[in-house]
């Protein structure tokens, strides 16, 4: 270190590390978010209660948009937020994580018929209502006037907290089905990591959809993966759902259909160039449903992993789909069901980014009440991106870690004048720069 002459270090200068978290406090969309909270929520009656309910979500969404990846990072921001004003109540992650447990409900224990095994539910109806609210307040889901696109699978939360159970990926941790609506979480519930996707999803379903219906939305498209392939399932989407998408079973019949068959097949061209071969059949799987216009579309591509053999020189890999859009082409419905791969990188989103991998209670009932809390602040940080992604060149997909180097990382300091409180920022990224031109403060 020989080359630095002298060094001299300076403290006690109140100045922030993240100031471009200045102006996500400021948005008047974090200011709507947080007036419901506190408006559905009601006021904390506990004795001895100091912190709103958007107190808590405010430090929560402080330490998760500095990069924080575990609940005690609240604390490293407190000496941050307090230095904005009218921001002086900031709780600590011990009083957060009393407030998550308040906010918790009872689990729901449910027992197999079959093999007589129980498992728990967590529904926190209070709770999904506001996250509901979230993706009413930070996107246009009327565009449509009242038609929406609806999305739902199970995702596996890795986890060794107390009551995580032995799952099928032979690791223990927690099951929850999660709800989207036009590509948002909008409901959410944990069940046990060992409870089977199908059990009770029907019952599931019929909580997601009518949450949409009590806002006056009605579903378009409703697309799910195979984990959703069952005749009760089926008829309870079919009561609210105008088209169905359902990934089948890959049957025997389907399979030899794919690899022995000449007839029937048509020429598929998929966005991007894929190239497949399609049919329909008959939907005949579930004996005793009544529902009519179902049928299966049935495409195939070559297995380029297959080498074949003297006499069979090709393999077809099969897929299948459920759906009664018969006014669909097979070209459409395929490209409907595949365009829930945004699902699968919301989930990689709500589980690295937003913390849901790294769950901070020793009880399920707790860790349901973040994970809606974090799909909240998911979804608020999406809105502001798209918003932040109109005015400046930072990309509307962006990840957390793109945003806190391009707009978050940023030396400020607050200024009080006679004319009022003025924001410092010093050597501002260029996206925060280009998006501070557009307001009074000072660079």
Not at 64 to 88: A, H, M, T
Not at 247 to 266: Q, V
Not at 280 to 287: E, K, L, T, Y
Not at 307 to 331: H, M, P, R, V, W
Request: proline share 4%; hydrophobic share 35%.
């Amino acid at each position: 270190m020989d080359y630095i002459a002298n060094i001299r270090v300076k403290s006690g200068y109140p100045i922030q590390s993240f100031g471009g978290l200045n102006f996500f406090f400021s948005d008047p969309l974090f200011a709507s978010i947080a007036k419901s909270l506190d408006s559905v929520l009601g006021a904390r009656e506990r004795q001895g209660v100091v912190y709103r309910h958007s107190d808590i979500l405010g430090a929560l969404m402080y330490s998760v948009l500095c990069g924080g990846s575990c609940i005690e990072d609240v604390n490293r921001c407190r000496s941050e937020i307090r230095q904005i004003p009218g921001k002086s109540r900031i709780p600590s992650s011990d009083t957060t994580l009393r407030y998550l447990e308040e906010l918790s409900t009872e689990n729901s224990d449910f027992s197999h018929p079959a093999s007589q095994i129980s498992y728990n539910f967590n529904i926190n109806s209070k709770l999904n209502n506001l996250l509901m609210q979230s993706v009413l307040r930070c996107f246009d889901l009327r565009k449509d006037g009242e038609w929406v696109d609806f999305d739902y699978d199970n995702v596996l939360i890795k986890t060794e907290k107390q009551d995580a159970k032995y799952t099928f990926e032979e690791c223990r941790g927690y099951f929850p089905g999660v709800s989207f609506v036009n590509g948002h979480p909008f409901y959410i519930e944990n069940r046990d990591g060992n409870a089977p996707p199908t059990y009770r999803q029907a019952d599931t379903l019929k909580r997601a959809f009518e949450l949409l219906e009590r806002h006056g939305l009605r579903v378009r498209n409703a697309v799910m993966d195979c984990g959703s392939y069952t005749k009760e399932i089926l008829k309870e989407v079919s009561k609210h759902a105008s088209r169905v998408f359902i990934r089948a079973a890959n049957t025997d019949y389907y399979r030899s259909l794919a690899n022995e068959s000449t007839a029937g097949w048509h020429p598929v061209r998929l966005e991007g160039g894929r190239r497949l071969e399609s049919r329909r059949v008959v939907f005949d799987n579930f004996p005793g449903f009544s529902e009519k216009g179902y049928e299966i579309v049935l495409y195939r591509q070559i297995d380029s992993s297959y080498d074949g053999t003297l006499f069979e020189k090709k393999q077809y890999k099969c897929f299948a789909i459920l759906t009664n859009a018969k006014e669909l082409s097979d070209k459409e419905v395929i490209e409907t069901y595949n365009a829930r791969g945004a699902v699968e990188r919301n989930f990689d989103q709500l589980k690295n980014d937003f913390n849901w991998s790294r769950l901070p209670s020793s009880e399920m009932k707790s860790n349901t009440v973040f994970m809606i809390l974090m799909a909240i602040l998911r979804n608020l940080y999406t809105a502001f991106v798209e918003g932040l992604s109109r005015i400046t060149s930072l990309p509307r997909t962006s990840r957390l870690k793109a945003f806190i180097y391009n707009f978050v990382t940023c030396p400020a300091q607050w200024v009080k004048e006679k004319s009022g409180w003025y924001l410092d920022l010093f050597s501002p990224p260029d996206i925060l720069l280009q998006y501070v031109r557009r307001r009074k403060v000072r660079v």
